[in-house]
């Protein structure tokens, strides 16, 4: 691929702030030790992943929120947040970066999320791509290790070689996450269909969603 045609993936956008001094900290904190690329962007895939606990209910939608140095500011996020910083910094590295969308069937999704949302599918599920040995790939840094212990499902391992996408599987051989729909890739978080697609597909949730209010 031209290196042109990277200017878009790894410039700051208004979500992907890579220029913001939090999110060129909390990189540089987490990947000085290594030499690299690869293993800096390993680094801080697992920074992300186990640094934020996966939170589907503390939810805020609003446009300050959706940022990448936003959640550095708590210790819990979603998946489009945690793809996002994940997005962000490797950008601070040097790597070209782009956010991926998609509707996912969770089939051990919490009782309480599916009486929530009145569905087990996800909508706008976020992971990111990174270009790595000339490709793209694919790392979802979203669900921390000790939620995957507790859901009896092996936590998602990146090696900066192959795509690391959500789990088919439970530890019991039973499926975990299944693929429905794909959104496409995007250089920043699309935030208008995003919201969009939030108030299609759980009209229930249409005020908590557009006041930023938390769903639990």
Known sequence: MPQKSFESYLKPGIYINSDHPEVIKFTHTHTSN??????KAEALYYAVRDGFRYDPYRLDFSTEA???SHI???????????SCLFAA?????GIPSRMGFAKVRNHIGTAKLEEILKTDVLVFHGYAELWLNNRWIKATPVFNKSLCDKLNVAPLD???KEDAVLQPYDAAGGQFMEYLYDYGTYDDVPYEL?????????????DSILNHQHIQ
């Open 72 to 82: 550095l500011t708590r210790d819990y996020g979603y998946c489009v947040e945690k």
């Open 34 to 39: 290594f030499d690299s690329i690869k293993e």
């Open 66 to 68: 959706v940022k990448a």
């Open 194 to 206: 995003f919201i969009a697609e939030l108030l299609k597909h759980y009209p229930h949730l249409t």
């Open 89 to 93: 910094g490797v950008r601070v590295l």
């Open 158 to 160: 990146f090696n900066g």
